[in-house]
C-alpha cells in the first residue's frame, strides 16, 4: 500500500507534528477534534476499521454452530457470544467514524472485497470442537491483542478496547471450558477435540500478523502508541500463556519444535508458513470468498429494511411537521 | 419523496447510561438509528445486554454544543487555577472537624 | 402417469416371500391405538409445561437462524436477543416439566432427544423465517399473545411456573415493542416494505390462530388454577394486533383455512427439518457430556 508522504514540511505542519508527538510522548489521549497528522488517521483507519470487519465476519464461523449447539446451555452461551461480536464490532465502527468516514463507506469496502479483515475467520468451522477451539485460541490471541490496544493513544479507540475487554473476558473462558469437557468426553470427543486444535494453532499464530521483520508499519505505529508491542512480542506472550493450558487438559499442540527455554523463560516454536498466511491474506484462503458473499448478501438483502425504515421517520417527521 | 434512498447514513445519536438510580447517566457510545424509538432499542440491545443499565438517555449528536481543543486553554485553565475554590485552600485549627 | 402393469396375482399371494397371514386374525384393526399425536395426555401439567417451552425453542432457533445475516448489524443484536430470551425459557420451562414428569428427564433430554410427534409447539413457530418482513410479523403474533397470557400466568398456583412467567412477561413486553415498531417501520414506510409486510401476514394469518387453541389440558390447568384458558385471550389478542396493524396501514385478512394439530404433535414438514439440525450432534453422540 502506498501512503503520501506525511508532512509536506510547511513550519506550521512541523510545529503541529513536534506537539502532537510531544502529547503522545507525554501519555496523552489524542481525541477526534485534535489536530493529528493525516498518516496517524489513516492508520487508525486501518487498522479500526479490519478490527470492526473482523469482529462482523467472525460472526459467520461460530454462528454456523449456533442451530446446532449440543446442549440448551452451549446454545445460549454461543448465542450470546457471536451477539457480543455484533456488539464489538458496532462499537469499533462508531470509533472509526470519529475519524470522518462513515461505517457505509466502510461496509462498502467490504463487501467489495477491498477490505481486509482477521485471516483467520477464512478458515471453516467442521466440528463443535472447532467452536471451543476458537473461543480458546482465536479469542485468547484476540484478549493479548486487544488489552494492549486499550492502551492505544486515540482516545475513541481505547475506550472501545476497555469496553470489549470487559465484555469478552467470558468468550475465552466458554471456549476454554468446552475444550476442557471434550478433553473429559468420550474417545470421539477427545479426537475432535485434537483435531480441531492442529487445524486452529497455526492459523492463530498467523493473527498476530507478520514478523517483525516484515511488517512495514510497525515503527511509525508504535512511536505513536497505536500500537504498544510489536507483532512477534505479543505472538510469544500468547504462546506462553497457552501452552500451560494444552497441557493440563491433555491436548497437544502439532508443532514438534514447540520447547521451553529456560533462560529466557519463553516457549520456542516452530517455523510460521508465512505462504499460507499471505495466500490467505491476499484472498486465497479456504471461504474468503463465502464470507464476504454472506456479509454481502446479508446487507444487500437487507436494502429494503433499512429503506423503510428511513422512509418511515421521513413521514413521521413530515406529518409533526404539519401538525405543528 | 426525498428520503426514500438507501446507502445513506442514518443519523447519528450519542447514548448515556445510568448504571444505578442516583449515578450520573454516563457517555456510553454512539449508534445510528432513524428516530428516538429506535435508538432507544438500540442503545438497550447495544450498551445494556448486561443488565448494569436502569436509564438511558439518547440525544442526537447533532444537538450537541461541544467545546473545541483550542479553547481549552481560555476556557478550563482559569478555572483550575482558582485554588480558593477548594477546601484545602482554607486553613482552620487543628482537630477540629467542621463537617 | 400411469402406474405400469398390474401383476396377475397379489403381491403377497401365495408363493410370495412375505410373511404368513398372522392367525387368527384379531380385531385390533377396529380400535384407535393411541399413539403420541392421539390428543390425549396422562399429564396434562407436564403437556402444558411443554407446550410453553417447545413455542420457545423451537422460535428461539429459528431466530437464531438470523445471527450474522440481518439487514443491519443492530438488528443481529436485536434478534439474538430475542432468541435468547426465548430459549432461556424454554430451558426453564423443560426442565420444570422433566421434574413434574418424574421420570428423571433434563431438560436437555427433552430439547434433544424428543421426536417431531412429541413437539408441543404452535406451527406458526417452525415456519421457515422467510425474509424479515415474516420473521417480525412471527415475532409480533407471538408477542402479542405472550404477553397477556404470562400476565396470568403470573398468579399460577405452581409457583414455579409463575416465577418463570414473570421473568419471561417482561422479555415479552420487550418482544412486543421491538416487533411492533418495525411493523409500523415496515408497513408504513415504502411501498415494497408494505408489500412485503402484508404479504407476510397474509402468509401467517392461517396460522395464528393455534395460538388461541386450547382442548382439555387447558380445561384442567384453568380448573387446578396452574393456567390461563388460553381461548378467553383471542379478543384481547385480536384488539392489539388490530391496534398496530391499522397503525402500520396493514389489512389484517379474512379468517379462511387454519391450521391445527401442533399442541399434539400434528406439525407441518419444517419440524423435522428444524429438528435435524437441532439435534444432531446431540443425537451422534448419546450420553456424551458438553
Known amino acids: 500500500m502506498t501512503m503520501t508522504p506525511t508532512v509536506q514540511s510547511t513550519p506550521e505542519d512541523a510545529t503541529k507534528l513536534a506537539a502532537f508527538e510531544a502529547r503522545i510522548a507525554a501519555g496523552e489521549h489524542i481525541e477526534p477534534k485534535d489536530w493529528m497528522p493525516e498518516r496517524y488517521r489513516r492508520q487508525l483507519i486501518r487498522m479500526m476499521s479490519q478490527h470492526a470487519h473482523s469482529e462482523c465476519v467472525g460472526m459467520l464461523p461460530e454462528g454456523n454452530w449456533i442451530t446446532r449447539a449440543p446442549s440448551l446451555r452451549r446454545k445460549m452461551t454461543l448465542l450470546a457470544k457471536v451477539q457480543d461480536e455484533a456488539g464489538h464490532g458496532h462499537y469499533i465502527y462508531c470509533a472509526t467514524e470519529t475519524l470522518g468516514v462513515s461505517r457505509d463507506e466502510l461496509l462498502d469496502e467490504l463487501h467489495a472485497g477491498k477490505a481486509k479483515y482477521s485471516s483467520i475467520f477464512n478458515y471453516p468451522t467442521l466440528t463443535w470442537a472447532d467452536i471451543g477451539v476458537i473461543g480458546w485460541f482465536v479469542d485468547g490471541a484476540a484478549i493479548v491483542n486487544q488489552t494492549v490496544l486499550a492502551k492505544a493513544s486515540y482516545g475513541p479507540y481505547a475506550r472501545a478496547m476497555i469496553r470489549i475487554c470487559k465484555e469478552e473476558n467470558f468468550h475465552k473462558r466458554q471456549g476454554y471450558e468446552i475444550c476442557a469437557v471434550m478433553s473429559q468426553g468420550t474417545d470421539a470427543q477427545k479426537a475432535m477435540l485434537q483435531d480441531a486444535v492442529n487445524r486452529w494453532w497455526w492459523p492463530s499464530l498467523m493473527m498476530f500478523g507478520p514478523p517483525d521483520s516484515a511488517s512495514s508499519n510497525s515503527d511509525e505505529l508504535l512511536r505513536w502508541k497505536v500500537k504498544r508491542y510489536t507483532n512477534d512480542e505479543l505472538r510469544q506472550r500468547f504462546v506462553n500463556l497457552t501452552v500451560p493450558q494444552a497441557q493440563a487438559i491433555n491436548v497437544a499442540l502439532p508443532d514438534p519444535d514447540l520447547a521451553y527455554d529456560p533462560t529466557s523463560g519463553s516457549w520456542r516454536f516452530g517455523a510460521i508458513d508465512w505462504n499460507e498466511f499471505w495466500a490467505v491474506v491476499k484472498g486465497h484462503g479456504p471461504l474468503n470468498r463465502e464470507r464476504v458473499a454472506a456479509r454481502k448478501a446479508a446487507h444487500d438483502d437487507g436494502a429494503w429494511v433499512r429503506a423503510a425504515a428511513e422512509a418511515h421517520a421521513a413521514k413521521r417527521a413530515a406529518r409533526s411537521t404539519a401538525a405543528a | ?99 | 402417469m400411469g402406474y405400469g402393469t398390474l401383476p396377475d396375482e397379489p403381491e403377497f399371494g401365495a408363493g410370495s416371500d412375505a410373511p404368513a397371514p398372522v392367525a387368527p386374525l384379531s380385531d385390533r384393526a377396529a380400535k384407535v391405538v393411541r399413539t403420541a399425536t392421539s390428543g390425549i395426555a396422562d399429564n396434562p401439567h407436564v403437556e402444558y409445561l411443554l407446550r410453553l417451552a417447545d413455542d420457545r425453542l423451537i422460535l428461539g432457533q429459528r431466530l437464531s437462524e438470523w445471527c450474522g445475516h440481518a439487514p443491519i448489524l443492530e438488528e443481529d443484536i436485536a434478534l439474538a436477543n430475542i432468541a435468547l430470551d426465548l430459549i432461556g425459557e424454554a430451558s426453564l420451562l423443560l426442565a420444570h416439566a422433566g421434574e413434574l414428569e418424574g421420570h428423571g428427564r433434563t431438560n436437555d433430554q427433552l430439547a434433544y432427544f424428543r421426536d417431531e410427534t412429541a413437539f408441543r409447539n404452535v406451527q406458526l413457530v417452525e415456519l421457515p423465517n422467510g425474509d424479515f418482513a415474516e420473521t417480525i410479523a412471527r415475532v409480533f403474533f407471538f408477542s402479542a399473545l405472550q404477553v397477556p397470557l404470562l400476565e396470568q400466568l403470573e398468579r399460577s398456583t405452581d409457583a414455579t411456573l409463575a416465577g418463570i412467567a414473570a421473568k419471561a412477561r417482561k422479555e415479552a413486553t420487550y418482544h412486543l415493542r421491538h416487533a411492533g415498531d418495525w411493523m409500523l417501520k415496515l408497513g408504513d414506510g415504502t411501498d415494497e416494505s408494505h408489500a412485503r409486510l402484508q404479504r407476510a401476514v397474509e402468509h401467517l394469518w392461517p396460522y395464528v390462530h393455534e395460538l388461541t387453541w386450547g382442548d382439555a389440558v387447558d380445561d384442567a390447568l384453568a380448573a387446578s388454577g396452574v393456567a390461563a384458558d388460553v381461548r378467553l385471550l383471542a379478543g384481547a389478542w385480536r384488539s392489539s394486533v388490530e391496534r398496530v396493524a391499522q397503525a402500520a396501514t396493514i389489512a389484517l385478512p379474512a379468517d379462511g383455512w387454519k391450521a391445527t394439530g401442533g399442541r399434539i404433535g400434528r406439525h407441518t414438514e419444517h419440524l423435522g427439518h428444524v429438528l435435524a439440525e437441532l439435534q444432531s450432534l446431540t443425537r451422534a453422540h448419546p450420553g456424551a457430556t458438553w
Open chain 2, 1 to 99: 419523496m426525498a428520503n426514500e434512498t438507501t446507502g445513506s447514513q442514518w443519523p447519528l445519536w450519542e447514548v448515556f447510561t445510568q448504571a444505578e438510580t442516583g449515578d450520573p447517566h454516563e457517555h456510553a457510545g454512539s449508534l445510528h438509528a432513524v428516530d428516538g424509538e429506535q435508538a432507544i432499542q438500540n442503545a438497550r440491545d447495544v450498551f445494556g445486554r448486561r443488565g448494569k443499565v436502569v436509564s438511558l438517555w439518547v440525544v442526537p449528536a447533532e444537538a450537541i454544543v461541544a467545546s473545541v481543543p483550542s479553547d481549552a486553554g481560555p476556557m478550563f485553565e482559569p478555572g483550575n487555577e482558582a485554588a480558593y475554590r477548594h477546601p484545602q485552600f482554607y486553613k482552620v485549627p487543628r482537630g477540629v472537624r467542621i463537617y
